[in-house]
């Protein structure tokens, strides 16, 4: 399982201040200079297998010295993603750019974690999460069905596509015919196993010979397809007609056309002949090839009767029947289906595939059904299926293609499953956001501005206010329960000693209400009033925030 790390790590420094001393000689002050990340994951997406791509992020430093930093692919993560050249120091004010290359290989989703370390003593390193996929193998035919009308030879031969229309690489492992269809037909292996990447195919050769019989036969693929690992590809016949078989087909002594008068020419596909109305004479009537409308009609007074015992034609459904008595076996029989969780079916971009019938059983093929994916920002599409739109979107912060070229990929986490109670994510405060400006004795300047408050597990239990908070990342050492209780702090020592401490309690899976508070101890706190701002003095603010 892997968790979203704290996005801030903090490292103190002195420096001399150059803002207002009030006629004082100058005093040397610490300050918190900072490494911030403007992303916590970079999200490739469905990337092909056979294929890469490349992004980057940034780390920007926002302190007021420079920082020597080592960057590095977090050691038990997917070996798919590798890193580009990066620059050993950020500059005060300044920032770097991570370049990040995904070139997948296999099924699945891959996930690692990109650290960032700075040469600052007992200081936590940072980290992104880099991900990408899910994707997956699948497998379908070209043509489908394989047709052999018109058959002219006793023995025809076609080749059927196996083609790789996935994302992953797919694996075809053995390749027949259903011992249950037409006889008539047999395939020509290739060389198997083979592997195939997305868009390639492999041709498998299918031969038939030519009979009477007007059953359809199946070619049975076994492969690592994600949707249905044995897959049919129907496979249909052309039978001579009837009149030219070689067959009595009804049983009256005379062989196809000319020698039965049942046939009004070669291509006839009726051999039977018209019955002498005799009074008791009793003929077939209905569909001839046994469906469910087939039945029989009597002879009475030189008259033939009502059809009798033959159904009426009735909606088609999957039974390997010809309920709609028109020759053809569960022809344009579908149905809707989905892979997915039942939660998504039919919300925002999530929708049905569907599922076609042969030989009376579903194929277990979903086509063009769509599942969650992950939720992209700065759009107006619900792509992770949840109901809600852009969720955990900072406000301004947008989806950029992810190409070699591109700049930052900006992916939110979002709302989690409805019932999953996880304090890991974006909360974002209702009422207004929490603001103090004060200063110290020393003209000092401190500021508070929070909005939204983001929870991590790890590697340590934080909290980090946004878009700014005095210090560093607020810790626990004990990780926060939800449904539950937490608090969070941070002190920042000195003549004006900071104490910032976050204390509340998870009521859903979605809400969490408490108290964020700033307190100032020491001699240094009084306001220098040629600063402009508040006294540092101690502040309480209530929280109701909600994801």
């Known amino acids: 399982m892997f968790f979203r790390a704290s996005s801030v790590v903090a490292f103190a420094g002195f420096v001399t201040l150059s803002g207002c001393n009030c006629g004082r000689q100058p005093v040397v002050m610490k300050t918190e200079a900072s490494l911030s990340l403007p992303v916590e994951a970079l999200d490739f997406g469905v990337v092909p297998e056979g294929t890469s791509k490349g992004a980057k992020f940034r780390v920007d430093n926002v302190g007021r010295a420079p920082v020597n930093v080592t960057v590095s692919l977090v050691a038990g993560g997917s070996t798919d993603f590798a890193l580009g050249a990066v620059p050993a120091q950020v500059d005060a004010s300044g920032f770097i750019e991570v370049p990040v290359v995904f070139t997948p290989m296999g099924a699945g989703s891959d996930e690692a974690f990109v650290e960032i370390k700075t040469d600052v003593a007992d200081e936590q390193p940072l980290r992104v999460l880099v991900k990408g996929g899910p994707i997956f193998p699948a497998l379908s035919f070209d043509p489908d069905p394989l047709s052999f009308a018109p058959a002219t030879m006793s023995l025809e031969r076609k080749t059927a596509l196996l083609k790789s229309t996935g994302t992953a690489g797919l694996t075809v492992r053995s390749v027949g015919v259903a011992a249950n269809g037409n006889p008539d037909f047999s395939v020509v292996l290739p060389a198997l196993p083979v592997r195939l990447l997305p868009g390639e195919s492999v041709g498998v050769r299918v031969e038939y010979a030519r009979s009477a019989r007007r059953t359809e036969g199946l070619m049975e693929v076994l492969s690592d397809d994600a949707d249905a690992g044995l897959k049919r590809l129907r496979l249909l016949p052309d039978p001579p007609s009837v009149c030219s078989n070689l067959v009595d087909d009804d049983n009256d002594g005379l062989i196809d056309y000319p020698n039965d008068p049942g046939c009004q020419d070669a291509a006839d596909n009726d051999e039977y002949n018209p019955a002498q109305c005799v009074t008791g004479a009793v003929q077939p009537c209905g569909a001839q090839d046994g469906g469910y409308c087939a039945g029989t009609r009597s002879c009475m007074s030189g008259v033939w009767g009502a059809c009798f015992d033959a159904g009426a034609p009735i909606t088609e459904v999957c039974n390997n029947v010809d309920d709609d008595c028109d020759g053809l076996v569960d022809d344009d029989v579908s149905r809707a289906c989905y892979r997915f969780a039942a939660g998504t079916r039919g919300v925002g971009n999530c929708r049905d595939g569907l599922e076609t019938c042969s030989l009376g059983a579903f194929s277990g093929n979903c086509v063009g059904q769509v599942g969650p994916s992950t939720e992209l920002c700065g759009n107006v599409i619900d792509e992770d299926c949840d ?48 603001q103090l400006q004060c200063c110290n004795l020393f003209g000092a300047f401190y500021a508070v501005n929070i909005n939204v408050n983001q929870f991590n597990i790890s590697p340590a239990t934080t909290a980090r206010g946004q878009p700014t908070q005095p210090g560093s990342t607020l810790l626990t050492t004990t990780a926060p329960m939800c449904p539950g209780n937490f608090t969070y702090s941070r002190t920042v020592s000195g003549g004006c000693t900071e104490t910032y401490t976050l204390t509340g309690t998870f009521t859903s899976a979605n809400r969490f209400v408490g108290t964020y508070s700033a307190t100032f101890t020491g001699a240094q706190c009084m306001n220098d009033p040629q600063c402009g701002g508040e006294d540092c003095i101690d502040q309480t603010w209530p929280i109701e925030a909600y994801r």
């Open 387 to 434: 109901g809600v739109v852009n969720n955990g979107c900072d406000a301004g912060i947008i989806v950029v293609d992810a190409g070699v070229d591109a700049g930052v990929v900006v992916v939110d986490a979002g709302t989690p499953d409805a019932g999953a109670c996880s304090p890991v994510g974006v909360w974002r405060l209702d009422g207004g956001a929490i």
